[in-house]
């Protein structure tokens, strides 16, 4: 069976799995939301944009005549990979979500868990801190009612609207990270909070490893729940997912 496959992206697994796909001979399309000015180069054609909601991704499906779905999106794009599941149902499209594990606590972290943006926002609701906030420039309005902390925030490109507390300073960078710099930047800044999403994998880890090793506290803001669903752990395990459900690998 020729495979046309639809990679939901803005992850490095994501790159990674259309590298492998590419590779492989396959067929398919990657797919970003937008969110990004300049998305990472795909070795496969790119379209960029939301589809619509459930049924926009249906009739995108059926009019692509799409074969197989990858959802490598991040594991906070909760609703891109609800919407997945829903219309790959419809449609009778077999998914696959690309994951990786969250991050657990070690030794030597000390983590306070909230449920979502929100809780963290709570958490923040103290004396004016020197905070590191790590949650993408979606976010930032949503820390309005704690204007009293200095913010460092670490954006892939710069904020379309100033943030909503006066006392910031923006680092535009896209990562990864090494634990030294992250360590050496929080000295910099003299930041005695960080807030992270608990986005699992390697590329964002460094400012955890760095909070850790300087005795930090981390507001950690666990993962939203999904839907149950087939889940692959790396590019690899996608590749038999396809090889089993019939597609030709030896191209
Ligand atoms: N959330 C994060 O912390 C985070 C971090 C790094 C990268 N990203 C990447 O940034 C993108 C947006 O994240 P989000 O949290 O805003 O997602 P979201 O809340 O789950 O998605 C909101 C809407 O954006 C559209 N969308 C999301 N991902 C898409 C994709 N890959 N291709 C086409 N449309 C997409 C869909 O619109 P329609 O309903 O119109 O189809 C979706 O309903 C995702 O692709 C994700 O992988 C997110």
Redesign the pocket.
């Known amino acids: 069976m020729r495979a046309n496959l639809l990679i939901?992206?803005?992850?490095t697994e994501?790159t990674a799995f259309a590298n492998a796909a590419a590779e492989a001979g396959l067929a398919g399309i990657v797919?970003?939301?937008?969110?990004?000015e300049r998305p990472k180069r795909q070795p496969l054609p790119q379209?960029?944009?939301?589809?619509?909601?459930?049924a926009?991704?249906v009739a995108y499906l059926r009019a692509e005549k799409i074969t197989h779905v990858i959802d490598?999106?991040?594991?906070?794009?909760?609703?891109?990979?609800?919407?997945a599941v829903a219309a790959c149902a419809e449609a009778d499209v077999p998914l696959v979500a690309l994951t990786r594990a969250p991050w657990a606590a070690q030794a030597g972290d000390n983590w306070t868990h909230v449920p979502d943006i929100a809780g963290a926002v709570a958490a923040l609701n103290q004396p004016a801190k020197r905070i590191m906030l790590a949650?993408?420039r979606?976010h930032l309005s949503e820390f309005a009612p704690n204007p009293q902390h200095f913010y460092l925030l670490r954006l892939v490109d710069p904020p379309k609207d100033p943030p909503p507390f006066p006392d910031h300073h923006v680092l535009v960078s896209r990562g990864p990270f090494t634990e030294a710099d992250d360590r050496a930047l929080m000295q910099d800044h003299r930041i005695d909070l960080v807030v992270s999403?608990n986005?699992g994998g390697t590329g964002a880890y460094a400012k955890i490893a760095a909070a850790r090793s300087l005795g930090l506290p981390v507001v950690m803001i666990d993962r939203p729940s999904l839907p149950e669903r087939q889940e692959a752990h790396g590019a690899a395990q996608v590749m038999d997912w396809l090889g089993h459900s019939g597609v030709d690998l030896g191209v």
């Open positions: 939901l992206a803005g992850t994501a797919s970003f939301a937008g969110r990004v379209r960029i944009g939301g589809f619509g909601g459930i926009g991704l490598a999106t991040h594991p906070f794009a909760a609703q891109m990979s609800r919407n949650v993408g979606m999403k986005a």
